[in-house]
């Protein structure tokens, strides 16, 4: 197949993907049909990964038990993170994102297998990091093409990791990467949730950048 | 502005950025004009981060003494890699990720602020990986944009972290996530260059999914 070629016209609605790419925890109760949720994943497959290893390990999770453990991980893990906090508005932010584990009708796991055998341990001997690396970046890239498709992801990581890893009995060896809810958006927004309620404003690019 | 509208044929453009991005080595000699970086830069900060933290920090490396002390600590860590390994193979590798060192015309690290005053510790309490983990999208966001524009990049993860956070003198607290090579690529390939030399193969995302 010839490469493809990319066209000003592509590369602005690239920008307007990233750009409209949201955290959502709103979500209508519409399902996500099966062949839609297997496309996403099989665009992962596409992913980075160090040495070749596709370390990443989607979890999808239907079992109303299982779902249960994981709501009960967000709720024990917030109640303890609110002690630590004095304002009230990340009382209000729990609850957003309790709702999204409460209405999302797709949620899935992310796992890492940290020393998989595929990739023959090529490029992570000083950093052993990049394996879970690999992992975020098949997240990303299903986080992308779910927006692409109008669908809303969001990332949900106030849990204790062991909890949600039992819970949904997986092989020992895996790690949990984050937890995440997936479905049709209530509203489509260009501005993060967290920049329009006032907890935190987006930076330029110029300010994270350092010469040397 | 009205939300996007992403249609059939953007996914499958989108597709084909997925499955056309590579991890370039061998580069050609052609410099990347500074409006071309700073454009993907300011990508960058449209990425996801947990509580909006943006903790990323992209430090582009122009200074022969700082490049040639990246190049000192690859060579120091493949070394010790190789002697690790019986595979013939594996030297190979090595050799080519060298190629992209000493050819990539724009090199930069990438570094991640572990504890950001932004974002007001939202989200990071149980799971401070996820500071890391926003860096890493922040990444991947350049990756492709920098596809869609012809240019290739190369991730080099084979490098001792603190010798590199030593000699680019960055603020004490930052830890490296990567170094990057990034140019024009001498060649356009959809398949991966571990792929095509046998080193591994791509698994299907099947292989990768557990239901619950």
Known sequence: MPPPEFDDAFR???RALFAWRRDVRHFRADPVPDELLDRLLELTALAPSVGLSQPWRFVTVEDPARRAAVRASFLACNAAALTGQESARAALYARLKLEGLDQAPCQFALCVEP???????????????????SAVMALHTLWLAARAEGLGLGWVSILEPQAVL?????PASWRLVGYFCLGWP?????QPELEREGWEHRRAAATLRLRR
Chains 1, 2 share one sequence.
């Open 12 to 14: 602005r609605q690239l």
């Open 115 to 133: 020393d998989p055998a595929q990739g023959h341990g090529l490029g992570r001997a000083t950093m052993p990091e990049t394996v879970a690396y």
């Open 166 to 170: 039992t819970a949904l009995e997986v």
């Open 186 to 190: 209530q509203q489509v927004e260009e």
